[in-house]
Structure formats: C-alpha cells, structure tokens
C-alpha cells in the first residue's frame, strides 16, 4: 500500500470511473487498475463494486476512501505549508445553491482568484440537495446552500449560518393586481417554477396546499433569465429573490407583488467537511464574497 495506491481509489469514487480518475491524475487507466489491485490486495477485500455504473465503494472501500482522503488532504495540507508559505493551492471544489443567482457564482470565484490564485477552482450551480449529498461524499469542499427555515446541515458537515433570503412573486407590469393581494387572488394563475427539487417551489406548493387552493404549474424550467422572459410574455408567475430581479435585463417589464399571506423564506450557510485543513482561509474568503452578493449581516439562526 502506498499514496498512489490511496490516490487512485479517491479518484475513482470522486470521479465514477476508472477512466475519470486517470484524467484526474495524469495517468493511463491500466496505472489505475493497477493501483486498485494493489491496495485491495494490500487491504484483502474488494473495495469497489464493478457491477456497477458509476463505480461505487463496497463497504470497505468506503472506510478506506474516509482515511485515504484525510491522508491525502493531509499531504496537500504539508506541501501547502512548506512549499507555498502556507497560501491554499491545488483544487477547490465549490458550489452554490442555483437559487441564489449566478451573480453569487461570479462574485465568489473572482474573490478566490484575486486572493489565491494558486487554487484551480472548479465551480458548480446546483440544487442544494445535491450540493449536501456531494459535501457528504467529499467531492465537494464547500457550498453555499439554501435550507428551509428551521432546518440545519447534517452534524457530519460543519455549516455557518450566514442569514436569510427572502423570496418575492413576480409578474409581469401589464398583470392587474390589487396593492396586497392574498393567495386566493392568485390561484387562478399559473406558476413558472423549477422542476421538482427547488425549495421555493416547495414553499408556494405548501402554501397553496394549506389554503386548499389550486396549484397550477404553467411552465418547469430550469434558469431564472428564462424564467421571467416567460413572466414578461404573460405565461406566469415566478418567484425570485429581489437582487435576482434587480440583475435581470427584463427587471424594466416586471413588477414585485407583496402578497398579504405568503412569505418564502430560506437560510443560506456556508457548509463544508468538518476537517477542511489547508482549504480554511479559502472558504472564509467563499463566506465573505457570498455575503458580500447577497448583502446579509452575520445572524444567528433561529
């Protein structure tokens, strides 16, 4: 057993393949294999199932992916400290929560550059179920996630609690609406939402459902731009955050509507792997810039 042994297996399970891990690390696929079959002969258990696609760890590979990652992040920890001063180099894997606005994306990765441009960044715009799942998984360093009201990350992640963000209906400037309307006043329009797994479509769908009203979906989408282009032509209803509202280019055609009985509203954190060694300062520059976007001040959840 040795470290390349040990980097072999993490890039497999990060990656789903032989074949990603190789790209990964600079190697043929058979250097891969190779090092599989040494570390499980080293180990004597399988540690990965190839029945199946993705690649994914037998039990035992999964115990060996936990320590081999701390060893790894250790290494890059030393050389972090001996070669480069201490500066956070290497890869650093972040996401944010597609909620939230590209703008966040933007702003967070220009902040990391200008501050360590020795990190390779690999940036992603996802729902925060998943960014949660690959956190968990370690294929992931840190997230910028939304959670409903009242609920917090796994104790297995470590999360700050940056504040909250308020969601707002939009439509468009030519749809009649009394000054603050309630819920019934909507129903009989169609709502332009994310597929499932948007937690704001959640939080229109429960509040809908809990005064027996109507939940009539116009149009899934994915993308906010595309979203109010289709609130603009009238399709719909959207509900956004304000500042995503403010960046939109058809912000001109589009109207806030504060409706009496409907507030949505969500917790952002800052969430990571309880041991993120030589990352640290890179992740409270990724907390800066998100708060920064979203101009929150430092609260404490409720």
Same mark, same amino acid.
């Given at each position: ?28 696929? %058979? ?12 180990? +004597? ?12 760890? #037998? =039990? ?25 001063? +201490? ?14 606005? +590209?703008?966040?994306? #933007? ?12 990190? %390779? ?14 956190? &968990? ?21 470590? +999360?700050?609690?940056?504040? $909250? ?16 309307? &309630?819920?019934?006043?909507?129903? $009989? ?11 704001? *479509? ?75 060694? *030589?990352?640290?300062?890179?992740? =409270?520059?990724? *907390? ?9 001040? $430092?609260?404490?959840?409720?």
């Amino acid at each position: 057993m040795n470290f390349y042994d040990l980097e072999a297996l993490v890039g497999v399970i990060d990656y789903g393949s032989v074949v990603g891990a190789a790209a990964s690390l600079h190697v043929t696929q %058979s250097a891969i294999t190779r090092r599989l079959r040494s570390l499980e002969d080293a180990l +004597g258990v399988p540690l990965l199932d190839h029945k199946t696609r993705p690649l994914q760890p #037998t =039990r035992a590979g999964l115990e060996t992916y936990t320590f081999a990652k701390q060893v790894l992040n250790s290494v890059s920890d030393l050389k972090s400290a001996v070669v480069d001063d +201490g500066e956070p180099s290497g890869n650093f894997r972040i996401g944010v929560a597609r909620g939230l606005g +590209g703008t966040v994306l #933007t702003e967070s990765i220009c902040s990391l550059r200008t501050e360590y441009p020795k990190l %390779s960044i690999q940036a992603f715009a996802r729902w925060s179920g998943l960014l949660m799942e690959q956190l &968990m998984s370690r294929t992931l360093d840190a997230a910028a996630v939304l959670l409903p009201r009242g609920e917090t990350p796994p104790q297995t992640l470590h +999360g700050d609690y940056l504040g $909250s963000e308020s969601y707002a209906v939009v439509a468009a400037k030519t749809t009649p609406f009394p000054p603050s309307p &309630m819920l019934h006043e909507l129903s $009989s329009h169609g709502w332009i939402l994310h597929p499932h797994g948007c937690g704001t *479509r959640r939080s229109i769908e429960s509040a809908l459902a809990a005064h027996r009203l109507p939940f009539k979906v116009a149009v899934e989408v994915e993308g906010h731009e595309l979203q109010l282009s289709l609130v603009v032509q009238g399709v719909g209803l959207a509900l956004v955050m304000p500042q995503v509202l403010r960046a939109s280019e058809f912000r001109k055609h589009l109207k806030l509507v504060k409706v009496a009985d409907f507030v949505s509203e969500q917790g952002v954190w800052i969430v990571h792997p309880s041991h993120i060694g *030589r990352l640290a300062p890179a992740v =409270r520059t990724l *907390r800066s810039a998100v708060k920064q976007s979203l101009h929150l001040k $430092s609260l404490q959840p409720e």
